[in-house]
């Protein structure tokens, strides 16, 4: 029976009460209270003089011209505080939830991930964020991270060849997988036996070049193995690129996503693995902000739901 009587009268204090002591705590006044919580002053009083009722003890005293706390209501308010705070935090993660179910979700990707990855994340956030509407635009990554930068999406889809993107100031990457890159030759170039190929085996080919970033990868990775790539042709179209490898003309190295959004290679070509292996690094590149956006988040944990080991990608260190 004792800890009923207990029990009752403090359960009912609610949180609105808790946020009133702790503001006269704060603020030493009825009227600077009342101001901070958007209430007027009667109705700050009323609601004290209710909980005084039900606690049967008083809860602020007359301190000169203001108010203060008695001991029973500086223990409220103290309790107050912790309670208060991790009420505000709850409702602004509510909040910050709400925020990633409706809406539009602004990316930019580039070509192979748009054929494979981005279909991915369309299917999942159909499941997860209906309400939310991906709004998507190709570009490659210099491009793509310009667009970061300048506000019109949200985040960048990208590739890297040397692990780190090159970031605009005031971002950050997040990696998400590697993939390995193949050398697409036609059938009768291809090192007959040879498990892995040396990419200096292939010095004297014509080269196919891509995009400004696998251009430049194709232009270093030659460069450690000595030789300078006669570069004849040049196109980001993949699957022109496989057909003129396998048409014998030149040689191309290839990423395995850009092969799986091609879906097949021609029949007279192949794609060998290199030795040492190279790879090119996938990942999100978002501005670095102290409190992370909803819409971020939310591509975060759909990419993160991606299974990429059906295109041969594997997960980033």
């Not at 008695?70 to 910050?96: C, S, Y």
């Not at 949200?154 to 950050?172: K, N, R, T």
């Not at 990423?255 to 290199?274: F, H, K, M």
């Amino acid at each position: 029976m004792s800890a009923q009587r207990h029990a009752d009268p403090l359960g009912s204090i609610d949180s609105t009460e808790l946020r009133i002591l702790y503001a006269l705590d704060t603020t030493g006044s009825l009227t600077a209270a009342a101001a901070s919580l958007g209430l007027s002053q009667p109705a700050v009083s009323q609601r004290i003089k209710r909980v005084e009722t039900r606690l049967a003890v008083p809860l602020i005293e007359r301190n000169g011209r203001g108010i203060r706390l008695t001991p029973a209501g500086r223990i409220l308010a103290d309790h107050g505080r912790t309670v208060v705070t991790e009420i505000d935090a709850a409702l602004a993660a509510i909040d910050d939830l709400r925020g990633e179910r409706a809406g539009t979700l602004r990316l930019v990707g580039f070509p192979s991930a748009s054929a494979t990855i981005v279909p991915a994340m369309m299917r999942a956030l159909g499941t997860e964020a209906p309400e939310v509407s991906l709004q998507y635009r190709e570009a490659e990554p210099p491009a793509a991270v310009s667009l970061l930068r300048d506000g019109e999406v949200d985040c960048a889809l990208v590739f890297d060849y040397a692990g780190a993107a090159e970031l605009p100031a005031g971002s950050v990457f997040t990696p998400l997988w590697r993939e390995e890159v193949r050398l697409v030759v036609s059938e009768d170039r291809a090192a007959s036996g040879a498990p892995a190929l040396d990419l200096s085996d292939f010095a004297e080919e014509h080269w196919i070049a891509g995009c400004e970033k696998c251009r430049g990868h194709l232009l270093t990775a030659a460069k450690e193995h000595g030789f300078e790539p006669d570069i004849i042709q040049e196109t980001d179209n993949v699957p022109a690129m496989l057909a003129m490898a396998a048409a014998g003309g030149a040689v191309a190295m290839v990423p395995g996503l850009a092969l799986a959004a091609a879906r097949t290679l021609p029949d007279d070509a192949v794609a060998l693995p290199l030795a040492p292996a190279r790879y090119r690094t996938i990942g999100l590149v978002s501005m670095a902000t102290a409190n992370e956006s909803p819409q971020v988040r939310l591509a975060k944990r759909l990419l993160h739901a991606v299974e990429g080991e059906c295109w041969g990608l594997e997960h980033a260190a």
